[in-house]
């Protein structure tokens, strides 16, 4: 009887679990479709405090409220993919060489840094981080690797996973966009554009539901084509923003609305962008 109490116990934590992640799910990406809802992101999670691409940054942006975590894939010689920024190992490990050139054993006890500090955080996998985030995050995978087999090994990997719908699939060429979206169509894909011809060719694709944008180009009447296809506008809060946040609270995210179709900001202040987004209304 006791055995049968504690299984039964057991089978309604995991039910409660699961039905709690998938109701958050549901809300990601009812956000997500919602164009008056500004989506937050968090570049290379919370690194603040814990170090860039780690799994306890995801877990800090998870807690605060982050929509999407902004992380960056490579491969490692044998085929692993791994969630790091720079291709060589020598700033944000106490490790040396270059990742391409290197096995996953070589890599896997290698400890991240914060700044010159070690810290007891390991690699994470691609794996790792699909595990954490599955229902409680949408990823942006900054896609560094080259090779179109680790292309190949990501999307295998993000359907084996269930995780269609919580990644959005980052590109920097939008010319590879047909050939990635046919590996799997319920991958959201975001395209970068570089210059205003980019977007008119980036709108031809009508399976795409996000473009990355630059200041240098942006205008109200190029992008109000992009936002009355249902498409979602992200721009970087990274370098001239954030450095006026650094400055004054809000002026930097203040200067980002004077674009009118933005709804997703990427920055390196993800719980200062939140209070601002929440304190302006940019997320009823």
Not at 84 to 92: C, P
Not at 209 to 217: A, L, P, S, W
Request: hydrophobic content about 40%.
């Amino acid at each position: 009887m006791k055995k049968n109490i504690l299984f039964l116990l057991a089978v309604t934590v995991i039910s409660l679990t699961s039905f709690a992640q998938n109701t958050k799910l549901d809300s990601l990406i009812a956000n997500y479709h919602n164009q008056h809802y500004v989506l937050s992101v968090a570049h290379r999670a919370v690194h603040d405090t814990y170090p860039e691409n780690s799994l306890e940054a995801i877990r800090e942006a998870i807690r605060i409220g982050v929509d999407i975590a902004e992380l960056d894939l490579r491969e490692t010689k044998d085929g692993k993919l791994i969630i790091m920024h720079d291709g060589t190992l020598d700033r944000t490990t106490n490790g040396t060489g270059i990742v391409k050139d290197l096995k996953w054993k070589d890599l896997k006890d290698l400890k991240l840094k914060i700044g010159d500090s070690i810290t007891n955080e390991n690699i994470p996998t691609l794996e790792d981080v699909f595990k954490l985030a599955k229902g409680n995050i949408l990823l942006d995978l900054d896609f560094k690797a080259k090779s179109e087999r680790a292309i190949k090994n990501t999307y295998k990997l993000i359907k084996k996973k269930g995780m269609q719908k919580e990644v959005i699939f980052y590109l920097y060429d939008y010319k590879k966009v047909p050939m990635v979206y046919a590996l799997n169509p319920d991958v959201k894909i975001m395209p970068r554009a570089y210059s205003a011809a980019d977007v008119e060719n980036i709108l031809k694709f009508d399976y795409v539901t996000v473009i990355q944008v630059d200041d240098r180009f942006y205008t109200d009447e190029l992008l109000k084509k992009a936002f009355d296809k249902g498409m979602r506008v992200w721009v970087n809060a990274l370098g001239d923003y954030d450095d006026l946040e650094r400055l004054e609270k809000y002026t930097g995210f203040e200067k980002c609305f004077d674009k009118k179709y933005i709804n997703i900001i990427q920055t390196d202040f993800p719980q200062q962008l939140l209070d601002y987004l929440n304190m302006k209304g940019y997320r009823n």
